[in-house]
């Protein structure tokens, strides 16, 4: 399955920016989706972006639509995830995760292996 190192996260005041990256282990990750989701203290887990194995096609949750942008590089196993405009409730445990298939999803049981997560908190 290989393993999933985010990397990126960190504090950052109310407008700021961060890039999360998510370093892949293994000789799957060109052909599966990617995802992140991210879980802030006290709630449950949820669907942030993904991408599809080729990088075509992206969706994203509405709370963070046309400020977040996900993108992957296959040749560096590696995929990220820039977000501008960050905003106080963004603040949470970011996760990235590898599909089961090759077509984005937003359903997290179609997610076999995930990482560890890199915090990320913005300050009002």
């Known amino acids: 399955q290989g393993q999933l190192v985010e990397s990126g996260g960190g504090w950052v005041q109310a407008g700021g920016s961060l890039r999360l990256s998510c370093a892949a282990s293994?000789?799957?990750?060109?052909?599966?989706?990617m995802g992140w989701f991210r879980q802030a203290p006290g709630k449950d887990r949820e669907f942030v972006a993904a991408?599809?194995?080729?990088?075509?096609?992206?969706y994203y949750a509405d709370s963070v639509k046309g400020r977040f942008t996900i993108s992957r590089d296959n040749a560096k196993n590696t995929v990220y995830l820039q977000m501008n405009s960050l905003k106080p409730e963004d603040t949470a445990l970011y996760y990235c995760?590898?599909?089961?298939?090759?077509?984005?999803?937003?359903?997290?049981?179609?997610?076999?292996?995930w990482g560890q997560g890199t915090q990320v908190t913005v300050s009002s």
């Open positions: 995760a590898k599909s089961i298939f090759m077509r984005a999803t937003q359903e997290e049981y179609e997610y076999s292996s």
């Open positions: 293994g000789r799957t990750f060109s052909s599966a989706a």
């Open positions: 991408i599809s194995w080729n990088g075509v096609n992206t």
